[in-house]
């Protein structure tokens, strides 16, 4: 599997993000994609799930009603919409085949600051 993650950058608090993940190597129906974060000095926290066929979506708490994540069969793409960004979401996030990040690329840099 090869996950690519981009769409990172500075956004001050209260702005919106949109980060990608590009899937190639694995068959993308029918599975799990999910996003995972890591803030500076902290482990791999889990952030939002998705299945490509169903649609079911899971949340973690801590962004659950800010961030959006949908799929794009067509593009074999896995996307998270950020809205209402605080700084505690500065992070490097990663899309990944499983909660512990397993699969994950290089990730994508987002830091919230003013």
Request: glycine share 14%.
């Amino acid at each position: 599997v090869r996950l690519v993650e981009s769409g990172g950058g500075l956004v001050q608090p209260g702005g919106s993000l949109r980060l990608s993940c590009a899937v190639s190597g694995v068959t993308f129906r029918g599975m799990w994609m999910y996003w995972v974060r890591q803030a500076p000095g902290k482990g791999l926290e889990w952030v939002s799930s998705i299945h490509t066929t169903t649609g079911s979506t899971f949340y973690s708490d801590s962004v659950k009603d800010r961030f959006t994540i949908t799929s794009d069969k067509g593009e074999n793409s896995v996307y998270l919409q950020m809205t209402n960004v605080k700084p505690e979401d500065t992070a490097l996030y990663y899309c990944a085949i499983d909660d512990q990040g397993t699969g994950r690329g290089q990730g994508t840099q987002v830091i919230v600051s003013s």
